[in-house]
């Protein structure tokens, strides 16, 4: 045997094979560089060269004198510690006198990559032998097209990325394949995703179907539960938006707060295009890569893009990156967004033919429509100077409403046309899925749902419990005699996958067509074999038809401003236009100042106006037993958490003092998931504010309180 | 002695295979040489890496310089590993079978590969002809169809990896002997 009695033995990283490491994910910080030398026989060491971190021990082959070998171990699997005797090995190797300088790890520059490190990358698995595809290194359940594999590459490079394709597209699966793929490289080992509480199962099982090996677990439950959730070893931990807002707190040992995320993921982004606590949540998480998702990351203005690419453009750990429409921001969205469109990437897919149906009112609908109509304009002009958008608002849900069906005999025209189209499709073993904006059983989903009994139909609403919406979706998909799934637009309009539906059916117009377009598009996407045929239904004569022309209006107007990126044209109706439908002039300005200064009676009807278009249940509590609490707020999240609002009305001339956030304090229930507003017009005192901003009592002052009613989308939507 | 057994959870059980790589240097005054292990998957798992000065002088020829140094650099290289690959890889360009008939004996399937024509260059060795474009030269003979370094080298082939980590080994040592491969100098402070 020869005489090598020295080597070195270079730290990496820790390393498992890749079953191994699947199921025990590593929790331990990464191990830092370590060289160890062990002598079994003392021999001359000649040299030794410095490559950046790495010892190359120089040493004489005694049996032949003339040749020098260096010999470098990179071990990529788990090293032992230093141990006292290798020390001493090293130092004695320092003692020969004729040795290099050997780097110390302490005094090395961050910058620079080490050779370990350098080699760790060149020596990886080829990305092109990893992604799916035949004969690859990763077993995957399927192919993927070739633009979905350039999504992937780009996913791998970028730690900054809006990944905008059209909807449809396989935006998860490409997420999923390059977290992944960065998990088996070993350059991640935490993965957060963000997604809508509806789709957080369906990430779990395609994370299950196209990475087997990691572990995922779905963050939700109640406050125990999430607390173990939060740490407990697994790749990738899923949650929905709203439990990341209501687990981030202002506690720094918050969950959400204290781990440092290798990626997190933001699953139809479009949720946190308002800056809001769910958006700041998300900013603020401690995150090394920043995937934002979604095909419509402008809906309404460039404000939302500039919220978006916020999350995206990451800052450091500290502080956070802020913009605001302008050059800026569309430089750095040109940065960092991808986005391919269907019809450049995906040549074979059926085409979508959009079919607008205009259908008359029956009688008894027009005569209930008529008479709504009347007096809804007559309670308009009642009001006189004390009209707002909301009045207007109000009454355009309500015919709405009856244009879907008459509230007093449940006729519709609308009904009646959706049944006997669905007869003719499901004799040609079609199915359909049908949306609506509203749940009611009585011109809502429950509504078309009861109607429809003849072709055993399933319905998706936002009440339905996590498994109950699985169910309901996998039932859809398995069983031939479900030939109609009837979905409330807010709870299944995003990130399903429906290709099996080839007809989907607007009961009533959304005022966002960005909307409209992504429920389609739950049957319009990748694997869809056959057209899909889409039908929006408009009642002749009514305030649909009146709208829907606004509607076209604005949007052609937008399409020539803004290359398919679509806006929520309610937004951009204004008060005149919005009066302008029933006849009516808007209030001027000094009218809406003038209705501000109302009566408290008024301030109190205001909030709850504001909460129940929020779809809060609002409850007022008796004028002179109120303690301290003029309006209850009640709703449940989309995960089934209940949560309360209380508001205190004081409309008083001066700002109120502390002793209002007092007695709010004072009224409130023990419990969680409970918010306190102090709803003042003219402001609170400096006490007031410094003790409500330190008890979490959240104010709207006259301000806010006009945006909160100015926000007509959110209103809307 | 430890007990020797196997954890069947594991994927590497599959064997791991070490990619034997030698290049000239630059100069032509030596010879670099790794021993990259490589999982089923391709996966990385060690690298060593070595240099050795070639003989010179008229009384070396030099095939046998070559084959001199290849032997050294493998016997270090060897000495290095920490574990033992289920199967040795080395390209028949650049590796005499002699050096593992006559210098060294290996106690693992070892194969030459060759993706061009040639010809058996030692009495033990077996040709097998993996594909149209590639022929394995065992060194001892084939492995037994059941065994471990036959299973693996066809796990490797089915993933269309089985010379590819030559590549990598080769930018390896590159990357770590070259001082333009990556900016940073080699000190040599001897």
């Known amino acids: 045997m020869p005489q090598v009695t020295w080597w070195t033995k270079l730290y990496s990283s820790k390393r498992r094979s890749l079953f191994q490491w699947s199921r025990k994910p590593r929790t331990e910080a990464e191990p830092s560089l370590r060289i160890a030398i062990r002598q079994s026989q003392p021999v001359p060491t000649r040299s030794i060269l410095c490559l950046g971190d790495v010892a190359v021990v120089d040493f004489l082959l005694r049996d032949e004198p003339k040749t020098a070998t260096s010999v470098v171990l990179v071990t990529l699997e788990s090293s032992d510690e230093l141990g006292d005797g290798e020390t001493q090995g090293l130092q004695g190797v320092r003692k020969q006198g004729s040795l290099g300088r050997v780097v110390d790890r302490d005094t090395r520059g961050e910058s620079a990559p080490s050779l370990a490190q350098r080699l760790r990358t060149l020596l990886a698995v080829p990305l092109e032998s990893l ?96 607390g173990w959730q939060w740490v407990a070893p697994v790749h990738v931990a899923i949650v929905s938006y709203e439990t990341l807002r209501s687990d981030f707190t202002d506690n720094p040992q918050s969950p959400p707060r204290r781990k440092e995320w290798d990626a997190v993921v933001a699953d139809e982004a479009q949720k946190i295009k308002n800056r809001n606590d769910t958006s700041d949540a998300i900013k603020g998480l401690k995150r090394k890569r920043s995937w934002a998702v979604t095909g419509t990351p402008l809906e309404n203005n460039e404000d939302e893009l500039a919220s978006i690419v916020e999350f995206v453009d990451h800052g450091d750990l500290i502080s956070q990156k802020q913009y605001s429409p302008g050059p800026e921001l569309r430089a750095i969205h040109g940065e960092v967004q991808l986005r391919r469109r269907k019809s450049e990437v995906l040549k074979d897919l059926p085409p979508k033919l959009v079919t607008k149906l205009h259908v008359a009112l029956l009688p008894s609908q027009a005569k209930s429509y008529e008479r709504a109509e009347q007096q809804g304009i007559v309670h308009l002009r009642g009001l006189g100077r004390e009209v707002r958008v909301q009045h207007v608002l109000q009454l355009i849900t309500h015919l709405k409403q009856i244009c879907n069906a008459d509230p007093e005999t449940g006729e519709s025209c609308k009904f009646d046309d959706i049944e006997q189209r669905l007869e003719t499709l499901a004799r040609q073993g079609h199915k359909a899925i049908l949306f609506s904006q509203y749940t009611s059983d009585t011109f809502g989903v429950q509504a078309l749902s009861s109607r429809l009994q003849d072709f055993s139909p399933l319905t998706f609403t936002g009440d339905l419990s996590h498994e109950q919406r699985r169910s309901v979706i996998q039932r859809f998909k398995t069983y031939e005699k479900h030939k109609a799934l009837v979905l409330s637009l807010r709870a299944g309009g995003v ?42 239904y408009t009642c002749v004569d009514t305030i649909e038809e009146r709208i829907e022309e606004l509607l076209e209006r604005k949007q052609d107007l937008f399409d020539r401003l803004i290359d398919d990126v679509s806006v929520a044209v309610s937004k951009s109706l204004s008060s005149e236009e919005l009066f302008g439908l029933f006849g009516l002039e808007a209030p001027t300005r000094a009218d809406k100042g003038q209705s501000q200064r109302s009566t408290g009676l008024d301030l109190e009807q205001r909030c709850a106006l504001i909460l129940e278009r929020r779809g809060w249940e609002v409850e007022r509590t008796p004028r002179s037993r109120d303690g301290g609490v003029d309006v209850i707020g009640s709703r449940r999240d989309e995960v089934g958490i209940e949560q309360h609002i209380y508001v205190q009305c004081k409309d008083h001339a001066h700002p109120v003092g502390v002793q209002v956030v007092r007695e709010l304090l004072g009224a409130l229930p023990v419990g969680t998931n409970v918010s306190a507003v102090v709803a003042a017009p003219a402001g609170l005192t400096s006490d007031g504010l410094a003790l409500a901003n330190s008890r979490g009592v959240i104010v709207w002052d006259g301000s806010t309180l006009s945006e909160l009613e100015d926000e007509e989308s959110e209103v809307l939507e | ?70 032997a050294a650099l493998a016997k270090s290289l060897f000495e290095a590993a920490r574990r033992a690959p289920t199967v040795l890889i080395a390209l028949a360009d650049e590796v005499s079978p002699r050096v593992f008939t006559e210098d060294i004996e290996v106690g693992v399937p070892l194969c030459r590969v060759s993706t061009g024509e040639i010809e058996i260059q030692a009495a033990s060795e077996e040709k097998e002809r993996l594909s149209d474009a590639v022929d394995l030269f065992w060194v001892n003979g084939q492995p037994p169809p059941d065994s471990p370094a036959r299973s693996l080298v066809d796990a490797l082939n089915g993933r269309n990896i089985l010379i590819e980590p030559f590549e990598r080994a080769s930018i390896g040592i590159r990357e770590a002997f070259d001082r333009n491969a990556s900016g940073h100098m080699v000190d040599k402070a001897v």
Do not use: C
């Open chain 1, 131 to 226: 992604l799916p595809g035949p004969n690859t290194v990763l077993e995957w359940p399927g192919e993927l097209m070739p633009f979905q594999r350039d999504g992937v590459r780009i996913l791998l490079t970028r730690d900054r990325l809006l990944l905008a394709d059209d909807m449809g597209l396989g935006k998860t699966l490409q997420v999923i394949a390059a977290l992944r793929i960065l998990f088996v490289q070993r350059l991640i080992e935490s993965a957060l995703v963000v997604a809508p509480a509806s789709l957080l199962d369906q990430w779990r099982q395609e994370l299950a179907r196209w990475a087997p090996e990691l572990r995922a677990i779905i963050i939700r439950g109640g406050q125990m539960d999430r």
């Open chain 1, 495 to 536: 990130g399903l996958n429906l290709q099996e539906a080839s007809y989907v059916i607007h009961l009533d117009r959304w005022w966002n067509p960005a909307v409209e377009r992504q429920a389609e598009d739950r049957s319009h996407r990748f694997m869809q074999t056959v057209p899909v045929n889409v039908f929006k």
């Open chain 2, 1 to 70: 002695m430890p007990v020797p057994f196997r954890d069947l959870s594991r994927e590497d059980d599959a064997g791991v295979a070490g990619y034997l790589r030698f290049v000239d240097e630059p100069d032509g005054k030596g010879i670099r040489g790794a021993l990259f292990v490589v999982s089923s998957r391709g996966e990385p798992l060690d690298f060593s890496f070595t240099r050795v000065d070639l003989r010179g002088g008229f009384l070396w020829r030099q095939g046998e310089a070559k084959r001199q140094a290849v």
